[in-house]
């Protein structure tokens, strides 16, 4: 009886002491500014590293924290071979009961104001206080978080180069709970000019480059239907003003549940788009060490023998060859 108390005991502490561990990858920061969106902010950055880094800002899904989405989806590690930092913005729950981001809330999803500003403050401190390419600046985000990465890539284009939404929403497809609740099924409906001119008109005056995206869903998803992906990808090809016809890949990468759209603008794949078969509402992760391998399984993270980060940060071109 002893001997099994004191094993449980070991148990616990190894437990224990793995959740600190894991959990001191991460650094927050306090004071990163105004923070109107009332946010928390975490950050990974390589021990080891030389001249400009670029940024990745990755967004936490509904009912997750920074340290679960951190250790799903392998960022950090990528992050260390491939030296660049990662923010990693955290909801509270005096914002919402869930831990979602607010991507539906109009406050929240407004230029300068509420979560959205609070991001973008992330990022001006991350410019400010480390050695941060303001060229190569990245988001992506799983679920609420794959909606919020819309909402600030469609808010602010001239921040960022590329975006990844995974099981994303349209920007501006609901403005309170009730629409959310139509946007995430797919049933909102507008036609495709209404759908560009939401991320068109939020930008008026802009005249620069706009971001290139790619978008991951699962074909099956029962909580954010797949149409979502179509109408992200219909928003960004207006937007892109992509006249061209897509390429599309079936059994990507010798894996029969994946086939990949590409819309490419003068020779540069702009729009990415990833189906995922037997998915579910999850991040598609493939644990290993080879190059290709990532991520862990857990909640809200399945192994398709896929890893979607490692996907996404070949997109925004920052895996070293």
Not at 49 to 65: F, I, Y
Not at 100 to 127: L, P, R
Not at 168 to 176: E, H, L, R, S, V
Not at 291 to 303: E, I, L, P, T, Y
Request: with cysteine; proline share 3%; hydrophobic share 40%.
């Amino acid at each position: 009886m002893i001997k099994k108390v004191q094993n449980i005991i070991g148990l616990f502490l190894l437990l224990t002491s793995f959740q600190l561990i894991s959990q001191t990858k991460l650094v927050q920061i306090n004071d990163f500014g105004i923070n109107k969106g009332n946010l928390e902010m975490y950050i990974y950055k390589p021990e080891i590293s030389e001249g400009k880094l670029p940024l990745v800002v990755m967004l936490h899904g509904c009912a997750q924290t920074a340290t679960e989405i951190a250790e799903q989806s392998g960022w950090n590690t990528l992050a260390d071979s491939n030296k660049f930092m990662v923010i990693y913005p955290q909801q509270k729950v005096e914002n919402n009961l869930n831990k979602c981001f607010n991507w539906y809330e109009e406050m929240d999803i407004s230029k300068n104001d509420g979560e959205s500003d609070t991001v973008k403050e992330m990022i001006q401190y991350a410019i400010q206080n480390y050695d941060i390419d303001p060229s190569k600046i990245f988001i992506s985000g799983m679920s609420a978080g794959g909606a919020m990465s819309n909402v600030l890539l469609a808010n602010y284009p001239d921040l960022f180069d590329s975006g990844a939404m995974l099981s994303g929403i349209p920007f501006k497809a609901a403005n309170d709970l009730a629409t959310a609740y139509a946007a995430m099924q797919g049933k909102v409906e507008k036609t495709n000019e209404e759908w560009v001119a939401s991320i068109s008109n939020n930008n008026l005056n802009y005249e620069g480059k706009y971001p290139k995206v790619v978008i991951f869903h699962g074909v099956d998803d029962p909580f954010v239907n797949v149409k979502n992906a179509e109408i992200i990808e219909i928003q960004w090809k207006g937007i892109h003003k992509i006249e061209t016809d897509s390429t599309v890949i079936s059994e990507f990468n010798g894996n029969s549940d994946i086939t990949k759209t590409i819309y490419v603008k003068n020779n540069c794949p702009v729009i990415v788009k990833y189906e995922i078969d037997n998915l579910g509402h999850a991040m598609a992760v493939d644990p290993g060490t080879e190059k290709q391998q990532g991520g862990n399984v857990a909640r809200f993270a399945v192994d398709k023998n896929f890893h979607t980060t490692y996907w996404s940060a070949k997109f925004f071109g920052l895996i070293k060859d």
